[in-house]
């Protein structure tokens, strides 16, 4: 899977990380690059330190929402009746 070492990378460590909740974490492997105050900072540097190499920019929420979508909604019965 794509990015499985940074995404566990991140799930190790995110509860040392209370301090920088709402930023965003560079993790290239095992290794944690920085923290940025926007995505498009750490996009930068990622695109700057690593080049084509994969990483992965992710903000830090020690609260992740979940989301919940199911394929068994009819798009029609969801629309407004005419």
């Not at 095992?30 to 926007?38: E, W």
């Not at 700057?48 to 068994?72: A, D």
Request: charged share 25%; glycine share 4%; aromatic share 12%.
């Amino acid at each position: 899977m794509a990015l499985e070492k940074e995404l566990e990378t991140y799930q190790s460590k995110i509860s040392e990380w209370s301090e920088h909740e709402g930023k965003f974490v560079l993790i290239h492997g095992k290794d944690i690059a920085g923290f940025y105050t926007s995505y498009a900072d750490a996009l930068k540097e990622g695109y700057e330190k690593f080049k084509l190499s994969p990483f992965l920019v992710k903000q830090i929420n020690t609260m992740e929402q979940v989301h919940f979508i199911s394929r068994l909604v009819d798009p029609c019965l969801t629309s407004p009746a005419k």
